[in-house]
């Protein structure tokens, strides 16, 4: 039945990268060499291969997610594995430095990693969270429906809007013309918008009403409930992709720093090989 | 036909006049009257007009083969099956609806095919060498022989109201876009009626008129499409309100407050298609059983219980023009009483290769002489039987079929025997089946996995037909049904409730029993009420549901081959729970009082349903206090899982919405997604996508002509490339999971997308491009012939995409709450 990729095979995947993780300490533990711990003793070699291949097999899930026709493995297998030994990364390469860390380029790589490797435990907290949080939000429609009923009620604002005057008449159109759901990346993940026009539409209709109280008011009260209704439907929207937007901004960063962190790891390993 | 009849008849046919010169009250008498100018009447008239009969070609619209005129615009017609030659005057190969359509008007006029249009044939009488029938218009036309080819569409349903011949009434709509700033009546509450409403008030304004108050009969989606429209002033609707007459320009209505006048452009009344059962039956031909799919019974030389009338094309069963075309040819020959070599032979000695050589009509006598439930056929039904199906003459100890594949096709034993391996456990336990018997019927019935394990015996010679051709035979020749029930009757209750009890012990049960079904959410039995009876399910599946708190509370799904009920009678007490039908459901009703007697008299059996019971009581207990659980059940069972194999669930709360499953789909099959994600319904985080649920009984099989749609073994049901684009499937599957597509254009491969950004990446590719060929149904075939099964599921990267089986829902929905 269904299993999240941190429980996933009774966690077969993190009993593999504890074992990884022991091995290495225990080895670490055991390794005496006769310098201060380091990248260059055979153990600190042993480490940092083990750490870049890992790396490299950790890139390639990026490749292995698209190819579909692919073996009998499932990608939550992949996925499982990506995270629990991505962790392990951390104790593996860490030991391998044996804790020299200077300013250098050796340590730009070590740092590149260690982000990406945050950048990851971020996704999996967003995996994990925000899909039930949207399910919550969403109430059983898909985002097009709620656009749907959202241009619904839109056309209804106006219709009672060309009743009531031309001040209010023009707040609605801009309710109407000037609803933004999206936008730029911040905007997405602020989940507002600072200036919507159908919140200043609805104040200034409220006051509209309270000020005049002669006119129409049937058709004025039935236009702040549709306005007050389309403003909650809009903030459903923004949280919405507010929450789709948190699922993945973070592959933004991970994505890309993972290919920083294979140019800084190329250059460390030709660089040692070099200046040994 | 005298010389001055014949004149008349060119003159009429040259002049396009429906009434004779001068004498209308001499009735035209022909040797062949065809009724209906399809691919089958049109190849019988222009076959007569060859040899030079005197015939008529009676159609009542104004063109040629209506079916196919009404085909969508630039529709690819195909010319399936490829092995069956063509035999017929007129060509036929693949090609447009207008290329088809222009070839025939050009034989048919080139033929000299004496053709009458606007003559709809209302009803016919007489007999052999002397039928009348009666057009419409009230003209008589005699002839010595009928031939029926009216095809299975049926006739538009008219409004039948006084004035409704105004050329502005009409029963159809191809494109709304064809009509501007009219105002426009559109009668009907169905799909139809709706979809041109809306679609027509774009342009126009539009009335819809509703007989009745609500619009029920339509699907979802509609529902709120009209009942927004109405909402919004798109359109105005009439609700009890009923068309009384059409003056030019003006509609009569009855409304519920008196007469109303309301001035009109157009009206365009949807109320859907009569179909010809009724017309046909009105002529004095028998149809074998009341099912709506049962056909006519004909003769080998198509000839129906009426002498000389006789019946081709689609109303005989025969769907696709091909057959419908060498028919016609046919059954001019049989009529003129020529016995020719049916152009079927080819397939058929295909068929008996693996005999070596022999005489097809030798084998098919020797087939029907050992094989009693086959001896009722006609020689046609039979050739048809034989064609759909394969001759196996596997050797000794050969496996035909195994315990729980999914493959549902029947079996019968021409020579030799088999030997069914009744017990999982022991391979030694088996049942021998000699020739002249059948099994596989189960799995036909149930839809569900075999139960046993069929080993061949010496010498044996099998029959394999497949589940569509076995269940067009069951509803056209009732003795089949009769005997297949009879026989599986016992197995079933041997099967699903006495394994191990003789069939002696089972007299008594098996006599009492009937065959009951029950449509979806019937009750079989209700809580509180005396127990008299058990259910043994032999297809579908039923909810047990509690009262409790005033509400109801569902506490487990059984699906078929268990049986429900044994609880009252085993502790002597009133039923403790009602029992719905899920789907579609047949059980076997076995007698109260026989069914203790049985127990009473086995104490093994009795022990295993005592067992049963205590687990089916310790269930309730878990369920009951999780009435939540309950739900997700009955959720799911609305999304049709009650009637699924195989279905798609996604667990919101694990879902990233990352589409990563359509991608996977649609880059695993030609492009093409047949999966959409976010559609669909979600119910505790149990989202059921637009995905096909492999049904039992697949709906989208029941009407596909070019028999395209199949179950393979592992119980995927897919479309293969035999689909001529029909679109039946599509109507048919009640989940809307079907569609029909083009082929998708090539894309360049993934490293260069990822290294260059070429192409449109991975999953189906959205962007408008040119189309070739035909469209054709696409669905899923859960990725049959792909190693490791399921790519969505195989593609999500985070579990949410499971497959789950109708054993395993209980797990699912215990587990989650
Ligand atoms: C959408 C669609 C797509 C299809 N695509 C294909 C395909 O690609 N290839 C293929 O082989 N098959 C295809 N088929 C099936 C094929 O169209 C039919 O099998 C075929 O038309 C049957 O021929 P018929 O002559 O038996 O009947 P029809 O073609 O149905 O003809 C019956 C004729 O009888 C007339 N008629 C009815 N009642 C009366 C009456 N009382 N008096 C006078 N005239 C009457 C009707 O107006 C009609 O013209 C398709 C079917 C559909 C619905
Ligand atoms: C093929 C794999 C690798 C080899 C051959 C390798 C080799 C070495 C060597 C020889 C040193 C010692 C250099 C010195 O003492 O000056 C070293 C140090 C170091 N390595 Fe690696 N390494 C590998 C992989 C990695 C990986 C995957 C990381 C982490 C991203 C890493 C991070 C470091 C760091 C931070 C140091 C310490 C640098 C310092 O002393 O300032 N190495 N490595
Ligand atoms: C240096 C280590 C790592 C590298 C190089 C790396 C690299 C990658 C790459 C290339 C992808 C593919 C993204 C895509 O194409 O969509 C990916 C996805 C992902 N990684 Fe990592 N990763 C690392 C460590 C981690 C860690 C430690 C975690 C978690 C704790 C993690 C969690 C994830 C998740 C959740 C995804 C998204 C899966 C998806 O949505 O398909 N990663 N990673
Ligand atoms: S396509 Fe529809 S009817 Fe056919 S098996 Fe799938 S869900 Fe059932
Ligand atoms: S698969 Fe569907 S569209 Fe294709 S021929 Fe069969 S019913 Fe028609």
Redesign the pocket.
């Known amino acids: 039945m269904h299993q999240s990729i941190l429980v996933y095979r009774s966690y077969r995947y993190l009993k593999w990268a504890a074992l990884l993780t022991l091995a290495s300490v225990v080895a670490y533990a055991l390794h005496n060499p006769h310098f201060p711990p380091n990248g260059g003793t055979w153990l600190g070699y042993t480490l940092g291969t083990i750490g870049a291949l890992m790396i490299l097999w950790l890139m390639w899930f990026g490749v292995r997610k698209r190819r579909y026709n692919e073996g009998k493995v499932k990608l939550e297998d992949w996925l499982s594995a990506h995270v629990y030994l991505g962790i392990s990364l951390i104790i593996v390469a860490t030991l391998h430095t044996g804790f020299q860390f200077h300013w250098n380029l050796h340590t730009l790589a070590f740092g590149l990693m260690v982000v990406v490797i945050v950048s990851g435990m971020f996704g999996v907290f967003a995996y994990l969270r925000y899909p039930q949080l949207m399910t919550a939000n969403r109430r059983g429609q898909t985002l097009r429906q709620l656009m749907m009923t959202i241009a619904e009620v839109d056309t209804e604002c106006r219709e009672i809007a060309v009743k009531l005057g031309d001040t209010v008449n023009r707040l609605v159109l801009d309710s109407t013309e000037n609803t933004r759901i999206g936008g730029s990346i911040w905007r997405q993940l602020s989940g507002k918008d600072p200036d919507c026009a159908t919140e200043r539409a609805l104040s200034k209709v409220r006051t509209e009403v309270r000020a005049d109280a002669s006119a129409s008011v049937k058709d004025e009260s039935r236009l702040i409930v549709l306005l007050g209704r389309k403003s909650e439907l809009l903030k459903r929207a923004r949280r919405d992709v507010q929450l789709k937007a948190l699922m993945d901004i973070w592959l933004y960063a991970h994505v890309p720093l993972s290919f920083a962190l294979l140019a800084a790891l190329t250059a460390h390993v030709i660089s040692v090989f070099f200046y040994l | 036909m005298s010389f001055r009849t014949l004149q008349k008849a060119k003159a009429c046919v040259a002049g396009g006049r429906d009434q004779w010169p001068g004498d209308e009250f001499v009735a035209e008498h022909f040797k062949i009257a065809i009724v209906g100018s399809g691919p089958a009447g049109m190849s019988a008239g222009g076959h007569a007009a060859e040899l030079g009969v005197s015939h008529v070609l009676l159609e009542q619209t104004t063109h040629l083969s209506d079916t196919i005129f009404k085909y969508q615009k630039g529709k690819f017609v195909m010319a399936t099956p490829d092995v069956l030659p063509l035999r017929s005057t007129m060509t036929f190969k693949a090609g447009t609806r207008e290329e088809i359509l222009g070839n025939w008007d050009r034989q048919t006029e080139g033929a000299k095919v004496n053709v009458r249009y606007k003559a709809e044939v209302a009803a016919i009488t007489g007999s052999k060498g002397a039928f009348e029938l009666k057009l419409k218009s009230g003209d008589i036309i005699t002839a010595e022989a009928v031939v029926m080819a009216i095809g299975l569409q049926g006739n538009l349903r008219k409004m039948g109201v006084p004035g409704e011949d105004w050329e502005r009434v009409q029963y159809q709509l191809n494109d709304p876009a064809e009509y501007s700033d009219e105002t426009i009546v559109v009668v009907g509450a169905g799909d139809a009626a709706i979809e041109n409403a809306v679609a027509l008030a774009r342009q126009n304004k539009v009335i819809i008129l509703n007989r009745g108050g609500e619009f029920a009969r339509a699907k979802q989606g509609n529902l709120a499409l009209i009942a927004s429209s109405i909402e919004k002033g798109v359109l105005d609707c009439m609700f009890n309100t009923s068309p009384k007459a059409v003056e030019p320009g003006v509609f009569v209505l009855k409304t519920p407050d008196g007469e109303a006048r309301v001035p009109v452009d157009r009206i365009i009344a949807r109320l859907g298609a009569v179909p010809p059962r009724a017309f046909v039956e009105s002529c004095g031909i028998v149809f074998p059983s009341s099912d709506p799919g049962a056909l006519p019974q004909v003769s080998g030389t198509y000839e129906s219980n009426v002498p000389g009338l006789y019946i081709i094309g689609a109303l005989g069963g025969y769907p696709l023009i091909k057959q419908a075309m060498n028919q016609g040819f046919e059954v001019v020959e049989f009529i003129l009483g020529n016995d020719i070599e049916p152009a079927d032979e080819p397939l058929l000695r295909k068929v008996f290769d693996k005999l070596g050589s022999v005489k097809v009509s030798d084998v098919l006598t020797t087939i029907q002489q050992n094989v009693p439930i086959l001896s009722g056929l006609t020689t046609l039904q039979l050739r048809e039987f034989m064609i759909d199906s394969i001759i196996h003459t596997p050797t000794a100890g050969g496996v035909v079929f195994e315990r729980n594949d999914f493959t549902d096709s029947f079996y019968s034993i021409v020579q030799g025997s088999v030997d069914i391996r009744v017990n999982a456990d022991d391979p030694k336990q088996i049942v021998r089946l000699q020739k002249g018997e059948f099994f596989g019927e189960m799995g036909l019935i149930s839809g569900r996995r075999r139960t046993a394990t069929v080993i061949a015996g010496q010498g044996c010679v099998l029959i394999e037909t497949p589940r569509r051709s076995m269940i067009k035979l069951i509803n056209s020749v009732a003795a089949v049904k009769r005997e297949m029930d009879r026989t599986a009757m016992v197995r079933q209750i041997q099967t699903y409730m006495a394994p191990g009890v003789p069939k002696a012990d089972l007299a008594g049960v098996v006599e009492g029993a009937t065959l009951e079904t029950f449509g979806p959410g019937a009750v079989l039995f209700e809580e509180g009420a005396p127990g008299d009876c058990v259910h043994l399910i032999r297809s579908g599946s039923v909810t047990i549901s509690r009262r409790i708190g005033g509400r109801d509370i569902v506490t487990a799904y059984v699906p078929a081959g268990n049986y429900v009920g044994e609880m009252a009678l085993v502790r002597d007490a009133p039923r403790s729970a009602t029992v719905r039908a899920a789907v579609e459901t047949e059980t076997l009703r076995l007698d109260g009082q026989a069914f203790k007697d049985l127990l009473a008299s086995n104490a093994g059996l009795r022990q295993a349903v005592e067992a049963k019971l205590e687990d089916r009581m310790a269930q309730n207990v878990v369920m009951e206090d999780k009435p939540e659980a309950g739900s997700l059940i009955q959720f799911l069972i609305d999304q049709g899982v009650g009637e699924a194999t195989d279905v798609l669930l996604i667990d919101e709360s694990l879902c990233v919405r990352c589409d990563n499953c359509e991608k996977a789909c649609a880059e695993t099959h030609g492009g093409i997604s047949r999966l959409d994600r976010e559609a669909g319904p979600t119910y505790a985080s149990i989202h059921v996508p637009t995905s096909c649920r492999h049904c039992e009984h697949p709906h ?1 099989m029941q ?7 199949h179950r393979s073994p592992n119980g995927e049901v897919f ?1 293969d490339d ?9 109507r ?1 599957c009640p989940y809307h999971v ?1 569609h ?1 597509s083009y082929k998708a254009p090539k894309k360049p491969g993934l490293l260069q997308w990822l290294l260059f950004g070429t192409g449109p990446g991975p999953g189906e590719d959205k962007s408008e491009h040119e189309h070739h060929g035909a469209k ?2 696409v669905k899923c075939d859960m990725c049959k012939g792909i190693e490791g099964g399921a790519s969505c599921v195989r593609a999500c990267p985070t579990g949410a995409a499971i497959r789950v089986r109708p054993e395993e829902f209980f797990t699912l929905v215990s587990q989650r709450n």
């Open positions: 989208c009407d596909c002509p070019a028999d395209a749609i479309i035999k689909c001529i684009g029909c679109g039946n499937c599509e048919n079907i029909m054709t149904a």
